[in-house]
């Protein structure tokens, strides 16, 4: 099973996760609160802009590909009536 690491770095929950690691260790090498408090906050702005350029991205891909399907599209011929009649025949 292959790790998604695009939803990993959007997802709230693995930054809060990834802060709360942190902090317990500036608090367990008896670093201070403040200290614990500010880096929990510049984790928390990270994760912020790192979804943001993510997402943003992705929004921009899927645009990409819905141009090109339209160009496709519009690029094709359409014929639901031929000149010819459509190939029925009067009788």
Known sequence: MMIDWKAKFTSRKFWAAIAQFVTML???????????TQVTALIMAGAAVIAYIIGE???????????????????????????DGGGETAE
């Open 26 to 36: 500036i608090i367990a090498f008896n670093g201070s609160k403040e200290a614990a």
């Open 57 to 83: 991205g992705l929004i921009d891909a899927a645009a990409v590909g819905q141009d090109d399907e339209r160009e496709l599209l519009e690029a094709e011929p359409e014929e639901k009536n031929p000149p």
